[in-house]
């Protein structure tokens, strides 16, 4: 999601845009690139000196630590007792699941006949950077290469704020997890006999020709290398930047911050450099006017962190039903709990760990899970985006000439 200063997931930018615009797919959607670029297009719609101090004061975070009820202990040297699971009774919930929830089914529907055998997870190893494993409510990580800057740190973390929104609702669980740039588990390696073969694999980038599956982004918790805040505090000064100016009233410039080398479409975002091609914003602006709207809207309704956190849910939940053995612990891994985090942790990742710690159970249940696509809506749905691809592919000619 927050993917916008980062690597680059799924399809042509402009054709996620236009996803976006649509309300659809939130497997390419919500964690990758386009959420927060609507976003920025909405809020930066707005000043031309966007590079300068209005941007750093809306982006840039405080130096003031975040305050939690939660008391730390660091003068322990292992995780303390309090971790181990204690089932709570949640209220109901009468609230439904997002659209974008069926994507779970999706995404795990490559073993919803076979189910997921220790062979299959242990033969992701090779592929993945950390595994990841909760037994009893414990979680311990083996990690098995470097990781970027804290992509697994807040990785781990998220999950448990996880276990703490919800403890004792999830069945044990045994996650390899790919942390780089682009999805790795191709369609086209598990053909025929190899289709019963497939290693499930978590990430935060899905595509169509892949089998990965699609895992929050890690900056929902912050992003302390690039100073972005925990989703909780962006969140709400992406609103607040939302309502200072209206859309009549704004300068046509976007901003766009990132590495161009990751994907040919973040070099194609080089053709729209206005010091190089003045009018490239008036092209465009009434589509990034319906983008900017239709992802402000979004943000603001249906990507809530309690949203991410029931995502999650749902996704492990399900996952660790498919399970056909009981994990167990690895050889090497450590037992990662708030403790070992928090007190390990320096400056702006302290922070934000603290701004992004859950405070205690959940009142309520996780929302109500979607029931999965139909045939003819899924196909619906194929169809309608490869025409709009389409529609954007002439668009891009056109603009190129």
């Known amino acids: 999601m927050l993917q916008v200063m980062g690597v680059n997931c799924g399809p042509n930018l402009i054709e996620q845009l236009k996803n976006l615009k649509n ?3 939130a497997r390419v959607i919500i964690f990758s690139i386009i959420l927060l670029s609507g976003a920025f297009i909405s809020l930066h719609w707005s000043d031309v000196s966007i590079t300068g101090a209005s941007f750093l004061n809306t982006f840039m975070p405080t130096t003031r630590s975040g305050t939690s009820p939660v008391k ?43 189910g997921i055998t220790l062979e299959m997870v242990e033969s992701a190893e090779k592929l993945a950077y950390i595994r990841i494993v909760v037994v009893k409510g414990r979680v311990y990580l083996k990690k098995f290469k470097w990781v970027f800057q804290t992509r697994d740190v807040f990785n781990i973390w998220g999950i448990l704020q996880l276990l703490r929104l919800y403890p004792g609702e999830l069945p044990d669980l045994d996650i390899m ?45 912050g992003w302390p290398e690039l100073q972005i805040k925990p989703w909780e505090n962006l969140e709400k000064e992406l609103q607040e930047g939302n309502y200072k100016l209206k859309w009549k009233d704004r300068v046509p410039y ?41 992802g402000s809207k979004f943000l603001q309704e249906e990507l809530k962190m309690k949203h991410v956190y029931d995502y999650m849910f749902h996704l492990l939940y399900r996952y ?82």
Request: aromatic residues 12%; proline residues 6%; glycine residues 8%.
């Open 320 to 401: 660790g039903k498919l399970l056909k053995y009981q994990p167990t612990v690895p050889e090497g891994a450590a037992e990662m709990c708030l403790e070992s985090m928090v007190c390990g942790g320096r400056g702006l990742e302290k922070t934000y760990m603290f701004d992004s710690m859950v405070k205690g159970p959940s009142d309520s249940s996780p929302c109500i899970m979607p029931e999965p696509f139909d045939s003819a809506t899924l196909q619906a749905f194929i169809e309608r985006k490869a025409n709009l691809t389409k529609q954007v592919e002439k668009w891009e000619v056109g603009e190129s000439k």
């Open 72 to 114: 730390i202990n660091c003068n322990i040297t292992t995780c303390p007792a309090h971790d181990q699971v204690t089932n709570k009774t949640f209220g109901s919930s009468a609230e439904e699941c997002p659209e974008y929830f069926k994507w779970i089914h999706e995404d795990l529907s490559a073993w919803k006949d076979t």
């Open 23 to 25: 309300g659809v797919s």
């Open 254 to 294: 976007a901003y766009w911050k990132g590495n161009i080398w990751t994907g040919r479409v973040r070099q194609d975002l080089l053709k729209c450099n206005v010091s190089k091609k003045q009018d490239s914003g008036a092209l465009i602006y009434h589509v990034a006017q319906e983008i900017g709207k239709a």
């Open 177 to 221: 997890f790919e942390c780089g740039d682009m999805p790795v588990i191709k369609k086209s390696a598990y053909k025929g006999s190899e289709a019963a073969k497939i290693p499930p694999m978590f990430h935060y980038c899905g595509s169509d020709s892949t089998f990965d599956i699609t895992f929050p982004d890690w900056s929902f918790w």
